[in-house]
């Protein structure tokens, strides 16, 4: 298990630019794969990016060319660039942990943060 804390939320104009942060702690981080996901209001939470141990990374549709994940696993922390904010992208953010890849990309990873807030004004 392992412990997420996602910082580096906050509004900011369209076009602009977001680096989101999300330290783990716990044991073993670099055997997890670590992803993000986002929740707006009145949605469902869906899946953002993900990156495997290995440093292997997938992108949802609509983040794909805006947005780039990356971990550091010396400082247990993982990384999502936010560029091209568009309005629609305001949501909360939740970094989420698990060893199987797919089951976090599904959305039923063990371990999840609290979420961190990103607005984009128009």
């Known amino acids: 298990q392992v412990q997420l804390v996602e910082s580096g939320g906050g509004l900011v104009q369209a076009g602009g630019s977001l680096r989101l942060s999300c330290a783990a702690s716990g044991r073993a981080f670099n055997y997890y794969v670590m992803g993000w996901f986002r929740q707006a209001p009145g949605k469902e939470r869906e899946f953002v990016a993900d990156?495997?141990?290995?440093?292997?990374?997938y992108y949802a549709d609509s983040v794909k060319g805006r947005t780039s994940i990356s971990r550091d696993n010396a400082k247990n922390t993982v990384y999502l660039q936010l560029n091209s904010l568009k309005p629609e992208d305001t949501a909360v953010y939740y970094c989420?942990?698990?060893?199987?890849?797919?089951?976090?990309?599904?959305?039923?990873?063990?371990?999840w943060g609290q979420g961190t807030q990103v607005t984009v004004s128009s």
């Open positions: 989420a942990a698990d060893t199987d890849w797919l089951r976090l990309r599904i959305g039923g990873a063990k371990d």
């Open positions: 990156i495997s141990w290995s440093d292997s990374t």
